[in-house]
């Protein structure tokens, strides 16, 4: 079965330090892989996308992910985080069966000043 | 471009109560789904709707049901509430295609 795997649950850094959050998923063929934002009481918002094509994926708010099939990763990146960028991070696949997402479990991402 | 609508952003309900939750998608998308964030069991699928029609379903009990509207506005009924249904519930919109969805700020169901 089809699954994504975030295997931190919380994630400290810097401002200004780079960012890196993992994904895993298992999956047969090439995955439809999402990243999403979640800001405290709100909703998701999609930060970067992959389908097939070129693995390095660059997103919004200057957020990419690379796309590793050897390893079955999907890890988002940012070179220098901003206290803004505080917030749950979720990976997706979507399920080929029916289109849905599947979702990994979060990463809560807090930035020390 | 208006986003996803969600209403109401907040309810308290009590034990045994009916609620009905309400989404307005993106205008041109045609599909809707539902989720269900709990701090426990994160983000679980509900169902989605696709012109009108449930096109697929997660693994909720019958009390939780759904439906879409020739506009595409879409709402979800909770019956028979019970503490363990307070949870933020979250539509999202698509154009039917595997091209990412949209969220709504969701709505906030608290259960006493």
């Known amino acids: 079965a089809q699954s994504v795997t975030q295997p931190d649950i919380h994630i400290t850094v810097s401002e200004g330090a780079s960012l890196e959050l993992r994904c895993n998923y298992s999956?047969?063929?090439?995955?439809?892989l999402f990243w999403y934002v979640q800001s405290p009481g709100q909703g998701l918002q999609l930060l970067l996308k992959?389908?097939?094509?070129d693995t390095l994926v660059q997103g919004i708010k200057g957020f990419e992910a690379e796309f590793k099939r050897s390893q079955s990763s999907f890890n988002l990146r940012k070179p220098s985080v901003h206290w803004s960028d505080a917030a749950e991070y979720f990976c997706?696949?979507?399920?080929?069966?029916?289109?849905?997402?599947?979702w990994g479990a979060g990463t809560k991402l807090i930035i020390k000043p | 471009k208006a986003g996803v609508t969600q209403t109401p952003r907040y309810l308290i309900k009590t034990r045994g109560q009916q609620v009905t939750l309400s989404c307005s998608p993106i205008?041109?998308?045609?599909?809707v789904s539902w989720y269900q964030q709990t701090p426990g069991q994160g983000l679980q699928f509900l169902f989605e709707?696709?012109?009108?029609?449930?096109?697929n379903k997660g693994n909720f009990p019958g009390r939780f049901s759904g439906r879409q509207f020739s506009n595409s506005r879409s709402e979800m009924n909770v019956s028979t509430l019970e503490l363990g249904d307070s949870a933020l519930y979250l539509c999202?919109?698509?154009?039917?295609?595997?091209?990412?969805?949209?969220f709504g700020s969701g709505t906030r169901l608290t259960v006493v």
């Open positions: 999956y047969g063929a090439t995955p439809y």
């Open positions: 992959y389908f097939s094509g």
């Open positions: 997706a696949v979507v399920r080929d069966s029916n289109y849905q997402l599947i």
């Open positions: 205008s041109g998308h045609r599909s």
């Open positions: 999202a919109s698509s154009s039917g295609q595997v091209d990412g969805y949209t």
């Open positions: 709707y696709f012109s009108e029609t449930q096109r």
